[in-house]
């Protein structure tokens, strides 16, 4: 396992670097009018985060011999959700946050409204590029397929439905399987899309394996965000690059108030067999999936 988190750690600083580079490619000049929210997009994208889900698209690819240069495109799409999410959580009439990825909020940087309409941009942009982008070397019926699964996964029924369940859920009182349904919309959906699109730029791939990637992707789903809350009980602001100990200050339910400390972290721990467990019929090539699944659950931000 070593040698597989070294590859890993070889695999992520190449895929962070170049996604960075799509990403800039593909957001609007700081320059062009209206310049403002340009620059908010371009502050809230750039230089900062993990590109956990640019990071899994780029893996599951490589598992299923996809070229690098066709994944760019929902590498790209998936993580302008990602982060018009962040700077709309970050709102005062959401979390109302400070601090992310180690800086200013958006919202702080700039303005409320600004910060608004850059989001709204940015996930007008994720469907943009899945519509249009030239390097997407797929077929229309493809393209149709990843835009579908980006919406789903982006709206009421996956990410904006599950943050809309954390909001109604503050002060409550969750078992475990409200507190997971909650998660596997809030945060896993985004995450089962990463690995679904670079699925869908896969022309006939047998449903089975299809089916055992999705599976895969909803435990390290789950995991990632057992993790978090671990984290945000465990480490510091920071190390986080965010408010550590938010969760708790705002009574929202966590699986540590739910597990305790200890309980969570098996759960994190079962998630992550359930995921490689899954991967098996894949062999070698899913090595870096696997490697990422590992990263989550042991990650320190």
Known sequence: MTTELNRLKDFMSACQVRVEQALDRRLPPADKLPARLHQAMRYATLEGGKRLRPLLTYATGRALDV??????????????????????????????????????????????????????????????????????????????????????????????????????????????????????????????????????????????????????????GLAFQIQDDILDEESDTATLGKTQGKDRAQNKPTYPALLGLAGAKQKAGEMHEQAVAALEPLGEQADLLRALSLFIIQRRN
């Open 67 to 220: 070229p690098l240069d066709t994944l760019d495109p929902p590498a790209c799409a998936v993580e302008f959700i990602h982060v018009y999410s962040l700077i709309h959580d970050d709102l005062p009439a959401m979390d109302d946050d400070e601090l992310r990825r180690g800086k200013p909020t958006c919202h702080v940087r700039f303005d409320e409204a600004t910060a608004i309409l850059a989001g709204d941009a940015l996930q007008a942009l994720a469907f943009e590029v899945l519509a249009s982008d030239p390097q997407l070397d797929v077929s229309p019926a493809q393209r149709v397929a990843m835009i579908d699964c980006l919406a789903k996964a982006a709206g009421a029924g996956g990410m904006v439905g599950g943050q809309a369940i954390d909001l109604a859920s503050v002060g409550l009182q969750l078992d475990l399987p409200a507190l997971e349904l909650m998660h596997i919309h809030k945060t896993g959906a985004l995450i089962r899309a990463s690995v679904r699109l670079a699925a869908l730029a896969k022309p006939g791939l047998d449903p089975e394996i299809g089916e055992r990637l999705d599976h895969y992707a909803k435990c390290i």
